[in-house]
């Protein structure tokens, strides 16, 4: 035996396995020792999200993106946690008569950190290269600026902004639009604007001139970006110093940097991670936020005309066990409903919230005995000749989260004979819609959400017939609801304007245009020690980036 | 020119026609994908038409693919591969940056894994038909057979509140000096580099274990014996020696595909490399990085290939010939 | 005759081949021997291994061990289907180019090369996003991408039976090439086409499940492969469910095993002089870079 361990090739792997292990102990040591050095004052964020993936807000094609300049830039006004309208930049603001023409006033006294003062002249200087140049460099940013004609700045601390028509939900509609500080972007917006692409925002190419809270101090686009506080910010003073926004690709590496000290709170996790962060006994899990769910199934489509029925529309929905989904696919992450016309909307937008149907197959099956639709040998129904056999389109890198609803989708149809199938795509979009966005597709329906706004007029616009091959995801046409749908984007009276969405919404439920399955929550566990963490929160979960001011009362 | 020069040469013209249909082929690939990067992009509840049509333009895909082709290849010979289409950033810097990330990684466990399995088999082969040459042969075959995905969350399993199991560095550390940077990447680096040798290990035993036995086999190696040399010179200096050959051409093959980051390792360890912007790419339909890495990984076999072929030259006159 | 007594006596030989066997016939009889349905729940979420649910269930409630045995029909069906078609088609290619010479041969070298220069997995998965992610789909993509080692085996085998006698002597007395091919060449080539059907399995059900990590397997199949993802996106390692986790990775690599202890046991007994070692040492070097790729 001891021959054995005169073989040198023998020996050398024993060192080596005896130096791995010795390496092994001493960074188990030392992994200790160095989370509890970082500072309370940094706030470690460890997000399932996309990494940020550019400063540059006229390139900005992720949440992630958005969030960066959200809180490095001014925005003119804010929507908190309560999804309530605040002051950001302007600290009031008022309407013409006629309703064309905004007045911003501004709040006196606030500076870039280069020490210029923010005037009006940014905010109109940005308004205006954005709308002249939406149809090149400025076409992601311009979504942000709809029915703009011009702006300008009568002083340094009023701004007027003129629109092509009145705009109820202007304030929702451009809360994506920063001010930009005109001294630093007006020479890269020059001509046609090209030169504003090599615009990087990177700290490293030199200091970045902005007034938000926080402003970039370290950026990796494919890891953790490092914010900073900015003394000179004009709202209120967040009481942390640094945060970074830190990308998880998994959820168990996330939750696992959670419970071992690494990050301080992690979001945007699947309700699975909820269990073991629970067990730990000085992390808080909570849930935020109304993510939309839902099935988006045509309306008219050539191959199913039964699904133009309202009736076979209702049974569809009465069979869908909503929570069920909430309790099995979220662990109660979520709330049973799903439309694009969340209770939050209520009594501000609409007089009450919408129904959300019962789960109730009896029913659903009366409804379509009654319309005679047989079921055949395999249990499938035919509807008119036509089987009814669903295909539905959905984001499969967002399979491990919707799959278990999908899942009880399918299983709770099939019990009133109507077969759903799931196809989990990486564009499901096109996939849905068609190559030629003309809606002949092989598929029937489109599983996905859509992301909220404060205000319905974003979610309403989608039904009608202007969006047809671009977001109108059911291929619906009503030009009631059409006629309804422009007189509320124009009224800014909230009352008169509550009636017409009631009526709008009314209509789409006779219709049963939606089939919606739940509002998810977005999940945020964090260290008990820190306070105030749900103040990042938002309709759209969290963190909010549709306000500035959200990081301002965390502290450890 | 001698005939190694004229088999170099023929062996460089070969890589060099390879490279181009690889750079062909890939191109016609990624142009035929459905779907585009434009509906994938933040979908806006307010994104019109017309907002679409300018970003199509805008990222050339509405031309036709003969001038598209034109257009990469003349850019191509700059040495530009494009702009990403989720950050419009050149693709070159972002693929040379996350290779920058992969390589440390994958060499480590590479090199380990090659060299440990190297050790190994011969002294598999070496002790042919006993108990240890059986336990390594089974081992070997062992960690052949494991899915490396599964093994990497199985030592994330094992190794979660040990090592830190996703990311390459901690990046809160403030102004860390050069030993806690060091510290702190090879914490981070020691899981997956560990999944890539244990993958490599037994391939590598079990490749050497049998070329050797075959070298072993040889006359030269009978005649070594028969003249009294120790048994450790003829296990390295005859057999080994011999054994190297096919050896040499499966090194360079892996170091070859060393860029390729190991697809799976990375995703299972969130590795921010080649492998997982791959992963990345497809999903979010960015073809021009998809080609760059693509070319970039395809290249790098081509040029280890020639690499080996050379090598193989400078040990074995007979290839040559 | 002597090929599969030299067979039947291998330890190795038997040992990988009931492996298969039983692995197999649990693809086959799968629904009879599944204990609960492997689609809908049917215990706790994340519940541990238990009297009623042997491996535990899944995050969903689904039992683990009807999971695995649903999952062995997909695995299993690519694995074979895939490499019937690798070999197939490089045996067919391995063949011509051996037996043939000339142009032909070069040209399927050149072939063959550039196919091995190609990242595979990389490709895969480009190709599933191209194409589909349905079984059938994904069973030619891997079966058209793991022929090239083959080709190579196979030709450098006829390399060596062009020289044998036996063929020069079926010429002189005028046989054809088709007649030669397939009465001479082809049932010495038939074991290591055997051989390499086996072990191209190996790499085809790891291939799957390489696909299926990353999203690209058939979703509305269970296989082993998407059995781990599952695992890794919904948590199972935080949640300390290693039922979820082992047993689908655990299946494979027997499988895998099985494929290897077959396919060498075939190839050791087709070349005894060799003891342990291989047809031929470029065989082993060739074949590796097909599993490689798929890191």
Redesign the interface.
Known sequence: MNQLFRRPALRAICLLAVALAGLLAACGTASETKTSSTTPSTLRIGMQASAIKTLNPFLAGYSGDVAAYNFQYPMLTQFDSNNTLQPGLAKSWSTSPDGKTWTFNLVNGAKWTDGQPITAEDAAFTINTVVRLKDGVAANISIYAPGIVKAWAPDPLTLKVELEAPQSAFLSNTNGLPVLPMHVWEPLAKGDGNKIKTFTGDPKDGPVVVSGPFVVEKWDPNGTTIFTRVDSYYGPKPKISRWGWQVFT???AA??AL?SGQIDIVAG??A??V??IKSSANLTVEGFGLGELGIFMKYRDSNHPELQNPQVREALNLAIDRSGIVS??F?GFATAGGTLFPPAWSPQYLSSPLPVPAFDVAKANQILDGLGYKRGSDGVRVANGRKMTYQAAGL??R??TY??AA?SVK?TLSQIGVQF??????DPYTAYMGSNYDYKSDYEAYFGGVLLTPDPDASLLMFTTDQLGVYNLWNYSNTQLDKLYSEQSANYDQTSRRTQLDEATGILQTDQVELGLVWQQTVVGWDSRWKNVSDLAGINGWPNILSQDGFANISY | MSKRQRYVLRRAG?AAV?AF??IT?SFV??R???GDAVSNIAQSPRMTLEIKEVLRRNFGLDQPLTTQYVLYLGQLAHGNMGRSFQDSRPVTEVVLRAAANTIPMAALGTLIGMVVGTLIGVTAAYR?GSSLDRAITGTS??L????????G??M??LF?GVLPTSGMSDPYLIDPSFMATFQDRLEHMLLPSTC?AL??FG?FA??VR??Q??AL?DDHVLTARAKGYRNRRVVWREAFRSAML??V??ST??LG?LI?G????E??FGWPGVGRL??QA??A?DYPL?QG??LV??LS??FF?FLGDILHAVLDPRVTQ | MSLLHALARRPTMSVGISILIAFTLMAVFASGLEPYSP???SGP??GAPSSAHWLGTD???VDMLSLIIAGSQNSMLVGFAAAIIAVLLGGALGIISGYKGGWSETGVVAVT??FL???A???M??LA??F??SIYQIVLIIGLLSWMSVTYVVRALVHTLRERGFVARARSLGAGDRYIIRHHILPHVAPLLVAQTVLTV?AAV?LE??LA????GD??RISWGTL?Q???????????A?WA??P??VC???V??GC??TGQAVEEAMNPR?????VS??S??LR??T?????
Do not use: C
């Open positions: 998994n959820s168990d939750v696992q419970t996790v699947p699975t991670a269990d073991p099995s696919a662990r499969s890198s399979r491990d799959g278990r899942d299983q199938q799931f196809d989990w795509v990486d | 070969a390879i249909v690889a082929f690939l990624f035929a994908l459905p042919q075959m062992v052949y057979a494991l899915p490396v995905q599964w093994l969350l199985l994330i399993a979660a890539m993958l490599l391939s079990l490749v049998s070329s036995l075959e086999a096919p050896l051409s499966l093959l892996t595909f390729a190991g697809i799976l390792t995703t299972v791959t992963v497809v999903s339909r998809l890495i693509f990984i395809t076999v081509v290939n | 689609v809908a729940p979420l994340f995050d969903a409630g090369d550039f220069v190609i990242p997995l990389p490709l998965i480009v996003a191209l589909g992610q190996a790891f499940a390489a990590f990353v999203g690209l979703p509305s781990i599952t695992a890794f996106d919904r948590t199972a390692v935080s949640a300390g290693w986790i082992v689908p990775g494979i690599a027997l895998v095993l290897f202890l060799l003891g342990h070692a291989h040492h470029r082993f070097s590796t870079p599993k490689d790729d798929e890191r």
